[in-house]
């Protein structure tokens, strides 16, 4: 089979089994990557694939992406607490591609409505003007228009706990905002974007936002190592990414190349997530394995998660 059927059939929604790629540790380029072939192909069933890729309209792709996982009530039981945790620090427009798109942050907020969620909180801790950051990146109005009140920027030290990370390697203990530790269900919805220190920033980077000392994580403690131990305490019970723009260079702020991949990242395993959106995009004008992002190998070797995703089902679909 050659790599235009193969994508053909992609486009279909048949399961990608194994990519079989042999990235090794060296970055590739663009045309190396595009040369190689999938290792096996795996019809689609009734089973539910590990990581699902939609391509389409923002809502409706995340929508669909969420129920290919066998949708939100999957994850979301009556009565539960939820906190979606988006990327809006930035007081910036969703074209440029450093804050989750808005409609995106809807419909994962009113699927968790439909699903019976007792109470749905989203929140970040804005690295800008808070009000600005939120008026700008469309969130505060999108979360609005289904219910007022929930969608916050929580900048004061009494919104947060110190709380131990009991399987820490590194960063053993800080400030966590009190909704992350109380809360049912956790859902990253953070936007594809690179990273001057870590290469990306993605589901698992994204959970910095929910503690209050993210300084330390850059100059205490190994960064790679300390995000793994963040997620250790609040791990995404889901992760939903969107990669409907994508900030290849000058993240996590901008500016910089904004890619248009109009795609939505979802899995129940935010690391093969994550590694999903690092195998699928460029980076800096080249490709990387997730094996290249130290915190993904580290988070994968600690249990966390899985980035071999030649070795899981990845659906993809086109709405």
Known sequence: MNRRTFLKWQMRGIVLAGTGLGLGNSLLSLDALAASEPASLQATGDSRPDVAVIRGDPAAAARAA???LGGMSRFVKPGQKVLIKPNMSFAQTPDKATTTHPEVVR??????????????RVLDHSLQNPALALQRSGILDACNSVQSGICHHLMDADFYVDAPLEAALSM????????????????AAPVAKSHGSTGVSLSLKGQMGLILNRSSMHSRYPLSTSIVDLNTKVKPHLAVIDATRVLSTGGPGGPGKVLLPGEIIASA????????????YEWGGM?????????????HDRGLGRMDIENLIISRNTL
């Open 66 to 68: 969420v129920n290919m």
């Open 107 to 120: 419909e994962i907020l009113v699927m968790c409505k439909e699903a019976g969620a007792g109470s749905v």
């Open 172 to 187: 053993r203990e800080n400030a966590f905002m009190r909704d992350a530790l109380e809360a049912d269900v956790i859902i």
């Open 269 to 280: 395993d935010p690391v093969a997530a994550d590694s999903t959106a690092v195998a699928s």
């Open 287 to 299: 490709r990387i394995a997730p094996r290249q992002v130290a915190y993904l190998r580290e988070a």
